[in-house]
């Protein structure tokens, strides 16, 4: 198989759904029958390529096709200020691109503000989901165990608002439980992201000041999801506590949680090889 690159396999979509109307960065990678779409977290500089990029060729190789949507405020898509849930907002996004690529039903694979773009999907549109995989998110809400927001996302948001290469380093060394493979080209790579689209870090910071909680609260909701669902979570998450991996296998009812140990917010990269199999056998079977 050639290699896949983010260049080689980067597409635009134009999405218009009533006052929606923006141009949306996805990658488009493999041919299989089935389609997996891969979503990723809120962080500044966060991308589809940036978040899953040990991830995609395992399931290419496997079979699947795997499509990267970057969301609206994020990377190569239109910038927009959410007021309200953007766990919905990019659900109704993510609905625009599916329908346009005419994709009945896909597999969804969500890292943290991905994985609530995945459960508000389900949520509305039950019908045009297979799978779902959930890691490091599925829906907000409160911590019992964790004080509120998380040191992790205390940072993540003090960096929307000061995009420094020393904010950004605070951030990315508690995101990852092993900070070893943390190099000064990945952070540089991640700050270059960043200051790409100033516009996006702004709006992001407007978006908080006009509601504080982006990601709405789906617990008392999870009992609707039919979706065979795997949960994944780092032990040692400082972003969004172990507790709500707890929550959502707790809510939905054709679901298992699947723990690593010395693994924070980013299960999918810090544990790559493990999740890959993983992943696939749920997929598969
Ligand atoms: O506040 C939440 O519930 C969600 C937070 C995130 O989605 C944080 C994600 C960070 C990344 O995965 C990233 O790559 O920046």
Not at 172 to 191: G, H
Request: aromatic share 8%; hydrophobic share 40%; proline share 4%.
């Amino acid at each position: 198989m050639t290699a896949l690159t983010e260049k080689g396999t980067s597409k635009f979509v134009h999405i218009q759904d009533g006052e929606l109307d923006l141009n949306i960065h996805y990658n488009d990678c493999g041919q299989g029958q089935e389609t997996v779409v891969m979503l990723h977290g809120s962080g500044p500089g966060a991308s589809g390529w940036a978040n899953f990029n040990r991830n995609i060729e395992p399931l290419v190789e496997a079979g699947f096709r795997v499509i990267l949507m970057d969301c609206p405020g994020w990377s190569k898509s239109d910038s927009i200020v959410s007021t309200g849930s953007r766990s919905d907002l990019n659900a109704r996004v993510l609905k625009g691109l599916v329908d346009k690529l005419d994709l009945d039903k896909v597999h969804l694979l969500g890292n943290s503000m991905g994985g609530h773009t995945a459960v508000a999907f389900t949520l509305t549109w039950p019908e045009r989901v297979g799978k779902l995989v959930l890691m490091g998110g599925g829906t907000g809400g409160v911590s019992p165990f964790v004080s509120m927001p998380s040191e992790g996302i205390k940072l993540l948001n003090g960096l929307y608002r000061e995009p420094t290469i020393e904010n950004l380093k605070k951030m990315m060394n508690i995101f990852v439980y092993d900070t070893s493979d943390l190099t000064e080209e990945l952070f540089q790579a991640r700050l270059d992201n960043m200051l790409a689209r100033k516009d996006h870090l702004e709006n992001f910071t407007a978006s908080l000041a006009a509601n504080l909680k982006q990601f709405p609260d789906f617990g008392h909701r999870l009992g609707e999801i039919q979706a065979q669902t795997l949960v994944v979570w780092g032990r040692n998450d400082r972003f969004v506590p172990m507790d709500t991996g707890l929550r959502l296998v707790a809510g939905i009812p054709n679901s298992q949680l699947h723990i690593f140990n010395k693994c924070g917010h980013w299960a999918q990269w810090e544990h790559a090889d493990t999740f890959n199999r993983m992943v696939l056998d749920f997929l598969t079977h």
